[in-house]
């Protein structure tokens, strides 16, 4: 039996059962437990959606870029903690026609300021300490909110959100991209409509090799602050993109629920080679999460998931995106494969023309509605303007968001258990259950489409300056 971080464990340290929340230094007013269930929750419709962007380093100056292409959205806060970062975003939307934003640069606690306003979105890129509490006190102070990834980094702090968006009926989205790609909402219609059959297994990853990036050898996170993220800590520091994709696949917290999980790390040996080839003794450190860390994770139903995380290792780029069912699989990385059981040998991949019919019939409407627009705006080959879309769309149009709290809660919720697993070498430990049993009855996400009429782009033969949506 696994150790249990039941919401039982969670309430007896909760600050929200005394009345006030502190978690993250992020203190307002009592909170009475909320009851409701945040899962298909539809907030009422937002005409004109008023944007505060927090955080604009690499991330958040791109988010700017996106979503300023949406006209009935307004971005009303700029706020990073360098002043240079929020006049160049603040800037684009001025050399583009559009309202300046107010700017916010005074410090890490300017989102408060920015909350007390009339905000309908806090749209959050910081680095990863703040991402709760700035998602907190949003929604207290009246605001949907999405961060980013990961929606926060204890057990403690998800079951705040979790608390907290039941509370004040506001959304918490996890800007969880990599659902919005285009082969994994193919593979998602696929696996809807049962083309792999019952399935049994799925592998995601986060196999990325930032270490020059997150060292500062090459482009910079502020203050290396992601480095010290490594430090000191072994585990699946960075779960969601591989296992996002894969959750919805399964309809986890949908009819379905991560029960139980393990984990185990390598030893370090990449980030202290890195410093070697690149003459940075400055960067040793003895502390180092180990290179690899590999999670397994059981569901109710009886799945098994693969879980690894690498940003170290010399290796390319891969979030495996591996699924298994009785009739067949799919994997995304290294190659775009499948493999039916009708047109199976024991060793080959379907040819090139079954791929295409496949892909071409299990086309998701989003990316045929969308997918063109995206993948011009940009942002990660569009997978990132189709969910800012989305998010939006639904903002707008008063339906219920694609990913919510739960989702955003069990889906990091892999990085505190993994660190607590590996440091117990590999015990297993229960994934709480966030929805409080609510996953039996929620309904699994459906094959979600946009109507581009009710959301309106600028038009690029109108609007002025170099806003263009080409
Ligand atoms: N979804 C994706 O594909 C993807 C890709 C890259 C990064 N990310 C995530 O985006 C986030 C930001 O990453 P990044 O690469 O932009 O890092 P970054 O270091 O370039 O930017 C972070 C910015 O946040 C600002 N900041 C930190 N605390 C703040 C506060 N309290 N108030 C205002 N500003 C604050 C910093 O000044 C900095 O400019 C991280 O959570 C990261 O995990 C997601």
């Not at 067949?328 to 040819?351: F, N, T």
């Given at each position: 039996m696994g150790l249990n971080f039941s919401r039982r464990n969670f309430l007896k340290t909760s600050a929200l059962v005394a009345g006030a929340s502190t978690v993250g230094g992020c203190t307002s007013g009592p909170l009475t437990l909320g009851k409701s269930n945040m899962c298909g929750f539809a907030a009422p419709k937002i005409d004109k959606i008023r944007v505060a962007i927090i955080g604009l380093g690499n991330r958040g100056s791109a988010a700017v870029q996106r979503l300023m292409k949406i006209a009935d959205l307004e971005i009303v806060a700029l706020s990073d903690l360098r002043?240079?970062?929020?006049?160049?975003?603040?800037?684009?939307?001025?050399?583009?026609?559009?309202?300046?934003?107010?700017?916010?640069?005074?410090?890490?606690?300017?989102?408060?300021?920015?909350?007390?306003?009339?905000?309908?979105?806090?749209?959050?890129?910081?680095?990863?300490?703040?991402?709760t509490p700035i998602a907190v006190y949003a929604m207290k102070h009246g605001s949907h909110t999405a961060t980013e990834l990961p929606a926060g980094k204890t057990i403690d702090e998800l079951w705040e959100l979790v608390e907290t968006s039941e509370a004040t009926k506001k959304h918490c989205m996890m800007l969880e991209n990599t659902c919005y790609d285009f082969f994994e909402l193919n593979s998602l219609n696929m696996v809807r409509h049962g083309v792999f059959g019952e399935i049994t297994h799925a592998e995601g990853a986060y196999i990325h090799t930032i270490v020059k990036y997150i060292s500062g050898e090459t482009e910079s996170y502020y203050k290396n602050w992601r480095l010290d993220e490594n430090t000191g800590v072994h585990g699946s520091l960075y779960p969601t993109h591989g296992l996002g994709p894969v959750a919805q696949c399964m309809n986890i917290n949908r009819g379905n629920q991560f029960d139980y999980m393990v984990s185990m790390s390598s030893q370090e040996a990449a980030f202290s080679e890195f410093t070697r080839q690149h003459k940075r003794p400055d960067l040793l450190r003895e502390n180092y999460r180990g290179d690899m860390n590999t999670s397994i994770i059981k569901t109710t139903l009886g799945q098994t998931i693969m879980v690894q995380h690498d940003v170290?290792?010399?290796?390319?780029?891969?979030?495996?995106?591996?699924?298994?069912?009785?009739?067949?699989?799919?994997?995304?990385?290294?190659?775009?494969?499948?493999?039916?059981?009708?047109?199976?040998?024991?060793?080959?991949?379907?040819?090139?023309?079954?791929?295409?019919?496949?892909?071409?019939?299990y086309k998701h409407p989003l990316i045929k509605t969308m997918g063109d627009i995206a993948q011009k705006v940009g942002g990660h080959g569009g997978m990132d303007f189709m969910m800012d879309y989305r998010l939006i769309y639904c903002l707008k149009n008063g339906l219920a968001l694609d990913q919510d709290v739960y989702d955003a809660a069990s889906w990091s919720s892999i990085i505190p258990l993994s660190i607590d697993s590996v440091a117990k070498r590999s015990a297993s430990l229960d994934v709480p259950d966030f929805t409080r049993g609510n996953w039996k009855t929620n309904?699994?996400?459906?094959?979600?489409?946009?109507?581009?009429?009710?959301?309106?782009?600028?038009?690029?033969?109108?609007?002025?300056?170099?806003?263009?949506?080409?």
């Open positions: 002043e240079a970062q929020v006049k160049k975003s603040n800037q684009l939307l001025i050399d583009a026609g559009l309202k300046p934003a107010k700017e916010f640069h005074a410090g890490p606690d300017d989102y408060k300021k920015i909350c007390e306003m009339d905000i309908d979105l806090v749209y959050c890129c910081t680095s990863w300490e703040y991402h170290s290792t010399p290796r390319p780029y891969s979030r495996i995106h591996m699924l298994q069912g009785s009739r067949g699989m799919l994997r995304k990385y290294p190659r775009e494969e499948y493999a039916l059981i009708s047109d199976h040998d024991g060793h080959g991949w379907l040819d090139e023309e079954a791929k295409n019919a496949l892909e071409e019939k309904k699994p996400l459906g094959i979600v489409d946009v109507n581009p009429k009710k959301l309106r782009l600028h038009d690029t033969t109108q609007a002025k300056g170099q806003l263009n949506v080409h």
